[in-house]
């Protein structure tokens, strides 16, 4: 366990290896119990996991009534590394393994695991990457010295490298959706290196009134086929979870044999994609519903389908991948079991996704892992300051409206000068301005003044600050980066 100066910190990478490998390793989150919500460290059993709060472990007289085994080794964890030290030096002292773990769980966050799987034909090397704390996948192709990366993270880096340590370029990236759950580096990416970025023009736009976002890229549009080296990925149009979801198909031989699906958000391995992140569920979930009798009735049982997310380690291959013949998917997902379209509206329905935390897990969220931008506003708080700019992202509409009380602004970012639109910020203070005084006073309004996701109704992107406040949270990505997850704001 002990990895850095005097056996004090430990990496992202190092945990993870000694967590997968089934090492004794103990965690004490130190963090307030609210906190969890941006994330935890796992695998972990229940058992070994103990979350106190930092000032509380530092007055007590008896460690006896912590939770945890002075005999195995425990991982101290916080929001960013430095509470974790002070405590695992004061465990030190007290005769504990203590580690703390660098970063704390902001670079958790953004640990991605890189795992190799059987490249379909045409290709030299497919690697997936794990992104651990999240449960999200990203997944670079590479073929004769070309390199396609699909659903890469912001921090993309470790994509590249993978691609240049097989001797490739990167040739394109792509997308196969635009995110809710995560801030996606494909457009960033693509921009630095100078390479096309692939999406569909049905997710280019802005879902309640079409407006198109000002990004650029490649229309993804269903049939269209990408040349990387001497493989080839064909685009299948698969709405549904959004109204531009693809999956991107690297056929077999002859078309049939050793095929790999990169499904996105469209089928996972237990489960489907939501489709009610856009406050359309009644017309995207007949959108799914074809999609999934599409896939059923072309899709050959030894497709391998990789999917964007997974839910649970129950997912997981014995090499700990995550990766399924669609076969064996249809003999154990319970959503493509079901026959006909009404049971499977009813089952959508059921989940109760759109109103709040699913009561039937339905991969909405994986468990154990952060809420919808949680983790991505752990890793951006603090990165910038007043007058710089912020973290590199794209998002793909900008809108403000006023119905009634309600206020939902929507921001446009091109580039790394987020929030400095000088038409829209005049409008934003003035609104500001006008809300402060049009919500009611009976406590209903107490989330107002918060960014999007620390207190936004759950399940929605709203972004509102008080005229006091803008100087501050203008700086402070409130995650409205390239994501789809936008329905009206509550009435308050």
Not at 122 to 141: E, S, T
Request: net charge negative; glycine share 10%.
């Amino acid at each position: 366990m002990r990895s850095h100066e005097g056996g004090i910190e430990i990496d992202p990478p190092a945990l993870a290896r000694a967590l997968e490998a089934g090492a004794p390793v103990q965690v004490l989150d130190v963090r307030a119990p609210q906190r969890l919500a941006a994330g935890q460290v796992g695998p972990v059993p229940p058992e070994r996991f103990v979350n106190v709060p930092g000032s509380e472990i530092l007055a007590m007289a008896d460690l006896d009534g912590l939770g945890i085994d002075a005999k195995l080794p425990v991982a101290v964890v916080c929001g960013h590394g430095n509470d974790s030290l002070v405590i695992a030096k004061w465990l030190q002292a007290r005769g504990y393994d203590a580690t703390s773990l660098r970063g704390g769980i902001s670079a958790w966050m953004r640990l991605t695991v890189p795992r190799h799987l059987d490249p379909p034909p045409g290709f030299d090397l497919l690697v997936q990457f794990d992104r651990v704390g999240k449960g999200a996948l990203g997944y670079v192709l590479v073929s004769d010295g070309e390199a396609l990366i699909i659903d890469p993270p912001r921090d993309w880096q470790p994509h590249v490298e993978a691609a240049e340590s097989a001797g490739a370029r990167v040739k394109c990236v792509a997308d196969t959706h635009v995110h809710a759950d995560y801030i996606s580096g494909a457009p960033s990416l693509a921009a630095e290196l100078g390479v096309p970025y692939h999406l569909h023009p049905a997710d280019a736009v802005y879902p309640y009134d079409g407006t198109p976002g000002r990004l650029t890229f490649s229309s993804l549009a269903d049939g269209k086929t990408l040349e990387v080296g001497r493989g080839l990925v064909t685009a299948r149009h698969t709405p549904g979870h959004t109204e531009g979801s693809v999956t991107l198909v690297a056929p077999g031989v002859d078309g049939e044999t050793g095929g790999v699906a990169f499904s996105g958000d469209f089928i996972f391995i237990d489960s489907v994609g939501r489709p009610d992140l856009a406050g359309k569920t009644q017309q995207w979930c007949g959108d799914l519903w074809r999609s999934l009798q599409w896939a059923k009735t072309s899709w050959p049982d030894d497709l391998v389908v990789c999917p964007g997310h997974y839910a649970s380690e129950g997912e997981r291959n014995s090499d700990r991948s995550v990766a399924r013949a669609f076969g064996s998917i249809m003999q154990k997902n319970g959503s493509l079991l079901i026959d006909d379209e009404v049971t499977f509206r009813e089952w959508v329905e059921s989940t109760d996704c759109c109103r709040r935390a699913p009561r039937k897990r339905t991969c909405w969220r994986p468990a154990g892992t952060s809420a919808p931008w949680a983790s991505e506003r752990e890793a951006l708080r603090g990165e910038t300051s007043a007058g710089e700019a912020a973290p590199a992202a794209t998002s793909l509409w900008a809108d403000v409206k006023w119905q009634k009380r309600e206020t939902a602004v929507y921001y446009m970012r091109e580039d790394r000068r987020a929030y400095r639109d000088p038409e829209i910020l005049p409008r934003l203070t003035r609104l500001s301005a006008e809300r402060s005084e049009a919500v009611p006073k009976d406590g209903r309004a107490e989330n107002v003044g918060r960014c999007a996701g620390a207190g936004a109704v759950r399940g929605t992107a709203p972004f509102f600050c008080p005229p006091r406040t803008l100087d501050s949270r203008l700086n402070t990505p409130p995650d409205l980066l390239t994501r789809r997850d936008y329905r009206p704001v509550r009435a308050l």
